[in-house]
């Protein structure tokens, strides 16, 4: 299958800055990549779309100031997230599709703001 | 929009035969996924329903009935490696571009 791959694959950063998470799809090119977070014991949900050459679309209750998307390349899609504090401790991850329907998940970013 | 539900934690024996059910409701149809994810990674694929009826792929089997909206994993000769979560996730209406997922379900393996 299609190899997606997510760096860092854990990141410990203090309260008030930003981490840069990327996401790249290996094998295939991916005009369209989706962010998730997952806190514990609960399920992935969308943050936003990411789109190459265009702006993100986040869900709704998702503050796009906070959670940066650039996808500047067909392989690469990064989400910043400013300014981090404690409740934005989850793990992040990124999905994309390679023709099928099915997606193809990067490693998952487990980010940790003391 | 959608909804899925999907019970929270199974326990089964190793060896053994294990169902995990999903019922699900949705605006426009457009299949069923059935993802693995051990605790601490990255959901894998497993399956892709769209039609009625049973997919076999090894162990794993899914099923689907579009007009109850309802499906089944169905893992079989279970190994303690197949101690994971399991995720029922419906696409959103439009296409594969969203998909919503459950909440999942938790199994334990016991020897």
């Known amino acids: 299958g299609a190899v997606v791959s997510q760096h860092p694959s854990w990141v410990i950063c203090k309260s008030g800055t930003s981490v840069k998470i990327e996401c790249r799809s290996l094998?295939?090119?991916?005009?369209?990549m989706f962010w998730y977070r997952q806190f514990p014991k609960q399920s992935l949900m969308l943050m936003a779309t990411?789109?190459?050459?265009?702006?993100?679309?986040?869900e709704q209750g998702v503050e796009k100031d906070k959670f940066l998307i650039n996808h500047a390349s067909l392989t690469l899609s990064t989400l910043t997230v400013t300014s981090a504090h404690p409740e934005d401790s989850s793990f992040y991850i990124c999905?994309?599709?390679?023709?099928?329907?099915?997606?193809?998940f990067g490693q998952g970013t487990r980010l940790t703001v003391v | 929009g959608q909804n899925i539900d999907q019970p929270t934690e199974m326990t089964a024996t190793e060896g053994a035969i294990v169902q995990i059910n999903c019922t699900y409701q949705?605006?426009?149809?457009?299949?069923l996924f059935w993802y693995q994810q051990h605790a601490g990674e990255a959901p894998t694929f497993l399956s892709y329903n769209v039609l009625d009826g049973l997919e076999e792929k090894g162990r794993f089997s899914s099923f689907l009935s579009r007009s109850k909206g309802y499906s089944y994993l169905l893992l079989k000769e279970l190994q303690m490696k197949d101690s994971a979560s399991y995720l029922c996730a419906v696409p959103n209406s439009g296409g594969y571009q969203k998909v919503t997922f459950g909440t999942g379900t938790k199994l334990q393996v016991i020897p």
């Open positions: 999905s994309a599709r390679a023709g099928g329907p099915e997606a193809f």
């Open positions: 949705t605006s426009g149809f457009n299949g």
């Open positions: 990411s789109n190459e050459g265009s702006k993100a679309t986040y």
């Open positions: 094998d295939f090119q991916a005009t369209t």
